[in-house]
T-cell receptor, first 114, second 112 residues
Framework: AQTVTQSQPEMSVQEAETVTLSCTYD???????LFWYKQPPSRQMILVIR????KQQNATENRFSVNFQKAAKSFSLKISDSQLGDAAMYFC???????????WGAGTKLIIKP | DAEITQSPRHKITETGRQVTLACHQT?????MFWYRQDLGHGLRLIHY???????NKGEVSDGYSVSRSNTEDLPLTLESAASSQTSVYFC???????????FGPGTRLTVT
């Protein structure tokens, strides 16, 4: 069975600095998708970034980028120039290509220090 | 704009009562999901549906049921509420590409 592990329950970073959130996963599949979702205090789940496993190039969305290491089954999220609005829970998720179900990590709480 | 809504946003009920949480989406998505969120567990899949009349059990389906009579709605029923079902419940949907799951605002359920 596939599993997703986020080993950092909480991280803190100074405003304007860079922070990296870790995620590892376990799968025997070769074709899959990985996601980072953000959940601010409002509780709304928001997609941050998506990576297709068949793509070697790391996905980027403005200040957010990933380091996808397929062989190591690692999928970390880098947030550059951290802003106060980045404070939230961040969840890593995995989806097999053959279905639509997401498997979630336990989340990392990101604190931004002003 | 398309959206996904849940009602009620907050619910307090007593042990043993039947409770139904509503989920309605206007994305015209075939695929809909119910999750529960508990501290330290992330989101766990309760039930999902890939179309009208299709329902499937997820990881933590015991004590829950769903029905899908149209594309827009996937109500979640707790047959006999238990204190262990106190949680935040999220409904989500996704289209054929599965590129993104769109989430409702969540329902906080307390079972006393």
């Amino acid at each position: 069975a596939q599993t997703v592990t986020q080993s950092q329950p909480e991280m803190s970073v100074q405003e304007a600095e860079t922070v990296t959130l870790s995620c590892t996963y376990d799968t025997s599949e070769s074709d899959y998708y990985l996601f980072w979702y953000k959940q601010p205090p409002s509780r709304q789940m928001i997609l941050v970034i998506r990576q297709e496993a068949y793509k070697q190039q790391n996905a980027t969305e403005n200040r957010f980028s990933v380091n996808f290491q397929k062989a190591a089954k690692s999928f970390s999220l880098k947030i550059s120039d951290s802003q106060l609005g980045d404070a939230a829970m961040y969840f890593c998720a995995y989806r097999r290509n053959s279905n639509y179900q997401l498997i979630w990590g336990a989340g990392t709480k990101l604190i931004i220090k002003p | 704009d398309a959206e996904i809504t849940q009602s009620p946003r907050h619910k307090i009920t007593e042990t043993g009562r039947q409770v139904t949480l509503a989920c309605h989406q206007t994305w015209n998505h075939n695929n809909m999901f119910w999750y529960r969120q508990d501290l330290g567990h992330g989101l766990r899949l309760i039930h999902y549906s890939y179309g009208v009349q299709d329902t499937n059990k997820g990881e933590v389906s015991d004590g829950y049921s769903v029905s899908r009579s149209n594309t827009e709605d996937l109500p979640l029923t707790l047959e006999s509420a238990a204190s262990s079902q106190t949680s935040v419940y999220f409904c989500a949907s996704t289209g054929t590409s599965g590129d993104e799951q769109y989430f409702g605002p969540g329902t906080r359920l307390t079972v006393t």
